[in-house]
Each structure stands twice: as C-alpha cells, then as structure tokens.
C-alpha cells in the first residue's frame, strides 16, 4: 500500500480512477483550517509513481516493517559470577 497526495481534488480523483485507488481528505499535524487539506489517494504497493508525479502529487515514504519482538525475558534471576 502507498498513500499520494494531491493539493487539488480533480488530480486526486484523476489518479485514484486510473490506479484503482480510495480517495480521502486527510489534515497535516497541527493543521486546522479545512480548505488546507491535502487529498489523499491510498493506492495499491505496485501503482505507478510516474502518473503521481504527472499530477503533481507525492508519495509518503514506505513505512518500513515493524522490529521483531525482542527475545522473552528470563524467569529466574542469572548468576553472573561463580561463588
């Protein structure tokens, strides 16, 4: 999944119909005026970039993978030293 944004509404709808996408409305941290917000198109992982670029959009950065989850923690206490 890549998420594009497009200042303008017909350039998102445009390349949500080519690529198959979901349109959205979607704010920037901090942002609170309506009018501001970007359209957001979800597209699937393979979507050609060139035609976001072609409408002046950007794609967010991949999300990279979470970390693996770190080991289990011991039950008993380890002796570090030999009495």
């Given at each position: 999944?890549?998420i594009?944004?497009?200042?303008?509404?017909?350039?998102?709808?445009?390349?949500a119909e080519?690529?198959g996408?979901?349109?959205?409305?979607?704010r920037?941290h901090?942002?609170?005026?309506?009018?501001d917000?970007?359209?957001?198109?979800?597209l699937?992982?393979?979507?050609?970039?060139?035609?976001?670029d072609?409408?002046d959009?950007?794609?967010?950065p991949?999300v990279?993978?979470?970390?693996?989850e770190?080991?289990?923690?011991?039950?008993?206490?380890?002796r570090?030293?030999?009495?």
């Amino acid at each position: 999944m890549q998420i594009a944004y497009f200042w303008e509404r017909d350039d998102a709808e445009a390349v949500a119909e080519r690529l198959g996408g979901e349109l959205r409305r979607e704010r920037f941290h901090g942002e609170d005026d309506d009018e501001d917000h970007p359209w957001v198109v979800v597209l699937p992982a393979d979507a050609a970039i060139q035609l976001v670029d072609e409408y002046d959009g950007w794609l967010e950065p991949a999300v990279e993978q979470p970390a693996p989850e770190p080991p289990p923690l011991p039950t008993a206490p380890q002796r570090l030293k030999k009495r």
